[in-house]
């Protein structure tokens, strides 16, 4: 139901826009949410917003300072957008879907295939 893209190979400094087209018949309802996971580390929550983009949450003000979140609901789409990307930023995104806004992976209950961001120094 989600499918990602706009993963890729970045150099430290630059910025990536990840999108996610969502075909859940309940998105317009649902908030969003982008997860990463890195080799050997817990899936953690990048950024999520509300159903109706009124509020958005992101892992931690490093983040935030530097990462966007949005929603198109009439396209369905949900987007992310890092700038003055790190090496550790390097990570397999996921986009993901569910009742509530939330940090917690098990509050979402579908999921995209993940995109591969890496980022290089």
């Known amino acids: 139901q989600l499918q990602a893209s706009g993963g890729g190979e970045v150099q430290a400094g630059g910025s990536l826009r990840l999108s996610c087209t969502v075909s859940?018949?309940?998105?317009?309802?649902?908030?969003m949410a982008w997860f990463r996971q890195a080799p050997g580390k817990e899936r953690e929550s990048v950024a999520s917003?509300?159903?109706?983009?009124?509020?958005?949450?992101y892992l931690d003000s490093a983040v935030e300072g530097r990462s966007t979140i949005s929603r198109d609901n009439a396209r369905k789409m949900v987007y992310l957008e890092m700038n003055s990307l790190k090496p550790e930023d390097t990570a397999v995104y996921y986009c993901?879907?569910?009742?509530?806004?939330?940090?917690?992976?098990?509050?979402?209950?579908?999921w995209g295939q993940g995109t591969q961001v890496t980022v290089s120094s």
């Open positions: 993901a879907g569910g009742q509530y806004m939330r940090r917690n992976q098990y509050d979402y209950s579908y």
């Open positions: 859940a018949i309940t998105f317009s309802n649902d908030a």
């Open positions: 917003i509300r159903w109706n983009g009124g509020r958005t949450l």
